[in-house]
């Protein structure tokens, strides 16, 4: 099977501006959840999908949003960047909750 | 507020070593304790996992140890190889939740 796919891999956007980024979780998973990497604050949990609904989200502003569709692709945005935003973003999918969360190779973000 | 602390930051181990990298939580609801290597540019990848009704789960040179009265758990990683040099997290999970909480990292690095 085809592992998780994340698009586009880099991306470099100016304070203000909007961004969104989308996720192909592995064929059969439905539930797809969104990580946050940086070195200061390691891994953080953003949101997570089942069947289009958001089913959790982290403590993330509301600039960062997300949706599902139903061929359970996803996409988060990130609207009004700022600097600190500058992460790595993770999409990882899984077959049930609480089970093994498989992640994609993520999106480098760099806000100038 | 960490719910699972990992240690040590960082790891130097001769080839043929052990590895050891341990964790702890507070949370008795966690269910699922996941092992992730991430190699530099690459999304962490699920490498061992264990749920608490056992104390040992064995995969080839990896070994989860874990200890639920102490609410800890630790990788080690027998016969270590510079091909293992990765940063390992640790992670928790409920069983009725959907996002993993992350320990902040290891940094290991096996000598030749």
């Known amino acids: 099977k085809a592992g998780v796919t994340q698009t586009p891999r880099y991306l470099i956007k100016t304070r203000g501006q909007q961004v969104t980024l989308s996720c192909s979780p592995i064929?059969?998973?439905?539930?797809v959840s969104w990580y946050q990497q940086t070195p200061g604050q390691g891994l953080q949990f953003l949101f997570e999908y089942f069947s289009e609904t958001q089913r959790n989200k982290g403590n993330f502003p509301g600039r960062f949003s997300g949706r599902q569709f139903s061929n359970s692709r996803s996409e988060m945005n990130v609207s009004t960047l700022e600097l600190g935003d500058s992460a790595l973003y993770l999409c990882a999918s899984s077959l049930q909750t609480s089970g093994a969360q498989y992640f994609g190779p993520g999106t480098r973000l760099l806000v100038l | 507020q960490q719910q699972v602390k990992q240690s040590p930051q960082s790891l130097i181990v001769q080839k043929g070593g052990i590895s050891i990298i341990n964790c702890a939580y507070e949370?008795?609801?966690?269910?699922?304790f996941p092992w992730y290597q991430q190699f530099p540019g690459k999304g962490p990848a699920l490498l061992i996992a264990?749920?608490?009704?056992?104390s040992e789960k064995k995969e080839g040179r990896f070994t989860i140890s874990f200890n639920k009265s102490a609410k800890q758990f630790s990788l080690h990683i027998m016969d270590s190889q510079p091909g293992d040099s990765a940063t390992y997290f640790c992670?928790?999970?409920?069983?009725?939740?959907?996002?993993?909480?992350f320990g902040k990292g290891t940094s290991l690095l096996v000598t030749p």
């Open positions: 992670a928790a999970i409920t069983n009725s939740g959907y996002a993993l909480n």
């Open positions: 064929s059969g998973h439905r539930s």
């Open positions: 264990i749920r608490p009704d056992v």
């Open positions: 949370n008795t609801a966690f269910d699922y």
